[in-house]
């Protein structure tokens, strides 16, 4: 039987006439309860990259640990490129990067994740070769970072000599060379935060004598320079009418926390816009957006939580756009954030609704919650925001409602009524499909999902609805209750012993782990805090990935 599976099979609860939509698994890579995606996506981490007109992913088959994979959107051209450490080691490619059609990343030959080095590929096996072993031996060089600067590969690594630092590759041994040693000595520079802006490529690096520092490179090691001396940076940064923002601190009066600052690439144009949380406290904001020529983000003025901003980049213009949960509570609950037709799309609780999806045009009238979701003070959670032809897809769940999914795949135009579930991919309440955006490739929207059946795998949406089908519906291998939970989970097996449990955050750490037996177990989660977990459930039978919330 093909593996390749429309999505418009699979409904929860039966019925004749439902408007279906043409999305597809694009293959079963992992046959069974596992999946080749594991627990849940990690676009975080560059792996999904379209290069030479293929889509390159990482994944597990079962039988060659984490590889590199490229489809071309059919089952059949869905396939491993190579298995880069032989067997069932792990190779875990990362950071893919497209250079003028030549896919770059990181990978550990020998499947230790220690022993990374520098990787290329055309697509094909023989083509798929390390580039350089820049710090031979059994420890490997760790680039990271990795980003496309005029033709080049720009990244950082570490050769034991110099510490991690800033190198440049042309996808040749003899031309992958360390470009600049932004200090001395060992310990390196550790660049991060790579940027484009105004012809060159800026990015952040320790000089070990003055802290963390703003840097610029035009690619020679002459033109890699700090743009100024004295500020402190910190993640966060983004660029909005040719000014670069980022999260810094002046360092020689101590007199401000990280705060809202701004650069023309000079150091007389280097400047703090606004002391936004007053005194020596930080704003700690975070996720910059371009909506229509201002800055949009998120941040602390130290009285109104974590809340909408905006700025033009000056003082008088940065300002709090709404005090979406007034007082001290903080609005912005989670920093998924997306914009499409001059409009920024964000979670948010207001304090009544719980966390919601919002949008802002920028103005205080403008900024709203979009939908309920997940009636009353519940929370629907919308995460992995993504722009799919000016609609925006997201990952929800709408508890409280009858007949309420897991976390599925919803898309928005901005309005209550067109603010629907694409499809519940794993049917049934109880069922969590993890639904999660991750790439546009080929005018198709790629998300990693799981029916309950086949493991969380790659799937393809083109966004069009088609005729009506008969559902079929599909038996939940597993149950979990109550969710949200206060004190305690149960979990139930049908037909099946259980095996292990873990839970994990949404970030992939790991919180709790227990051997169990039986077919039914009870967990306590009253000292876990309020939030979103993955609980990782092993049956004889194999692995289900489900999310909980805790109240």
């Known amino acids: 039987m093909k593996k390749t599976i429309l999505f418009a099979m699979f409904f929860a609860l039966g019925g004749w006439s439902k408007t279906v939509f043409t999305q597809v698994m694009v293959k079963d890579i992992h046959p069974g309860y596992n999946g080749s995606m594991g627990s849940f996506p990690q676009p975080y981490m560059s792996e999904f990259q379209v290069s030479n007109q293929s889509l390159y992913f990482v994944a597990n088959d079962g039988n060659n640990g984490n590889e590199l994979y490229k489809t071309d959107g059919t089952e059949a051209g869905t396939v491993l490129v190579k298995d880069i450490a032989p067997g069932t080691l792990i190779s875990s490619s990362r950071y893919l990067t497209d250079v003028n059609g030549t896919l770059f990343f990181s990978a550990g030959s020998d499947g230790n994740n220690y022993t990374f080095e520098l990787w290329k590929s055309n697509g094909t096996n023989a083509g798929t070769t390390m580039v350089k072993d820049i710090r031979p031996g059994v420890e490997g060089s760790m680039p990271t970072g990795l980003i496309n600067y005029n033709g080049n590969l720009y990244f950082s690594a570490n050769d034991s000599v110099h510490g991690p630092e800033l190198w440049k590759s042309d996808g040749t041994s003899a031309g992958t060379v360390l470009l600049k040693e932004t200090t001395t000595g060992s310990s390196g520079g550790n660049p991060d935060n790579f940027i484009l802006f105004n012809s060159y490529l800026f990015f952040y690096a320790n000089d070990q004598s003055n802290g963390v520092r703003l840097w610029k490179t035009d690619g020679t090691s002459a033109g890699t320079v700090k743009v100024k001396n004295n500020v402190n940076v910190s993640s966060s940064n ?75 980049g000056t003082d008088v213009g940065t300002v709090m756009v709404k005090d979406i949960n007034p007082g001290s509570s903080s609005g912005i609950q989670d920093y998924f954030s997306a914009v ?31 939908k309920n979701i997940s009636p009353g003070a519940g929370s629907s959670n919308p995460a992995h925001l993504y722009n799919f032809n000016n609609t925006i897809y997201f990952q929800a769940t709408d508890y409280g409602t009858t007949n309420f999914h897991g976390y599925e795949l919803w898309k928005t135009d901005g309005t209550e009524a067109g603010t629907v579930m694409v499809k519940d991919i794993y049917p049934g309440s109880d069922g969590s499909s993890l639904a999660a955006p991750v790439i546009i490739f080929d005018n198709q929207l790629y998300l990693t999902a799981s029916n309950g059946v086949n493991g969380t795998e790659l799937w393809k949406y083109d966004g069009n609805s088609t005729a009506s089908i008969n559902s079929l519906g599909i038996d939940n291998v597993l149950t979990i209750y109550p969710n949200p939970a206060q004190t305690q989970l149960t979990i139930s097996a049908k037909d099946d012993q259980l095996v292990s449990l873990q839970i994990t955050d949404l970030n992939g750490k790991l919180l709790s782990k227990q051997f169990v037996s039986g077919k039914s177990v009870e967990i306590k989660v009253e000292n876990f805090d309020a939030g979103i977990y993955l609980i990782t459930i092993e049956t004889e039978k194999g692995i289900v990935v489900k999310r909980f919330v805790k109240k």
């Not at 000079?266 to 007053?278: L, S």
């Not at 719980?354 to 802002?360: I, N, R, V």
């Open 238 to 312: 983004g660029v909005v009418n040719d000014i670069l923002y980022f999260r810094g601190q002046d360092n020689t009066s101590n007199t401000y926390g990280y705060e809202l600052w701004k650069t023309d690439g000079t150091d007389a144009g280097t400047v703090m816009v606004k002391d936004i949380n007053p005194g020596s406290s930080s704003s700690n904001f975070k996720h910059f957006n371009n909506v229509n020529g201002t800055l949009l983000f998120f941040a602390y003025d130290g009285t109104n939580g974590m809340e909408l901003w905006k700025s033009d």
């Open 340 to 370: 499409a037709n001059g409009i920024l799309y964000f979670t948010a609780n207001d304090g009544i609704n719980g966390s919601e999806l919002w949008k802002s045009d920028g103005t205080t009238s403008g900024t709203q919650m979009i």
